[in-house]
């Protein structure tokens, strides 16, 4: 018994070890930010909790069916994280140069309005790379199908307390923000965009 439950702690430090990074709450919350810097507090609790459960929804999922779904279309990782880069490519390219005075309002409209989705959950905060080791952790612990087993459950519990975290970054990013001004606030957001952009070149690459 002391051995199996020394397993399944040693399981999620794995989990948590390898997830945390990738989705990196603390970074992400800077990158997002100008999609909600409009909201009022209220609101911006209640899309962060949408985002983190949309994250969630689809970890649980990759981690579950992940692999099985690409085996079937015929994709590979490699390939997904290539497309992936892409798309972060692309849209961090845009942020940097889009006028985040302006594009905040219409950014955070955008996202009240229509679907959390995307950009901000995926993959933004899920991202290739973070689908990527769940399928990879989904293969690694396999329980032998079941979906309740005790090794995929402490990724699961890996997973939620990150996005937990990350539930708490997103909602205070604003206090910080504030903390620097306008001047300052807009140079974040500039160098984080780059980020963004730099992020997608190099998971294209290791795709490649």
Request: some cysteine.
């Amino acid at each position: 018994m002391q051995y199996e439950w020394s397993l399944y702690a040693s399981i999620f430090l794995l989990g948590f070890s390898s997830l945390f990074p990738l989705i990196n709450p603390v970074g992400t919350a800077f990158i997002i930010q100008p999609y909600l810097a409009k909201l009022d507090t209220a609101a911006r609790k209640k899309l962060v909790l949408q985002i983190v459960m949309i994250c969630f929804l689809m970890g649980i999922i990759t981690l579950h069916f992940g692999s099985y779904v690409l085996e079937f279309m015929g994709v590979s990782i490699p390939a997904t994280q290539t497309a992936g880069g892409i798309v972060i490519g692309i849209l961090g390219f845009n942020l940097f140069n889009s006028d985040s005075t302006s594009n905040a309002k219409n950014e955070a409209n955008d996202v009240e309005t229509n679907s959390a989705f995307y950009p901000i959950a995926f993959p933004l905060t899920l991202g290739p790379g973070a689908i990527s080791t769940l399928i990879a952790l989904g293969a690694h612990v396999n329980d032998k199908g079941h979906i309740l087993g005790p090794k995929t459950t402490a990724i699961t519990l890996a997973l939620f307390v990150v996005l937990v975290i990350a539930y708490v970054c997103f909602t205070n990013t604003t206090l910080l923000i504030e903390k620097l001004g306008k001047n300052g606030s807009q140079i974040l957001n500039k160098m984080m965009s780059f980020l963004v952009f730099c992020i997608g070149i190099q998971m294209a690459f290791t795709g490649i």
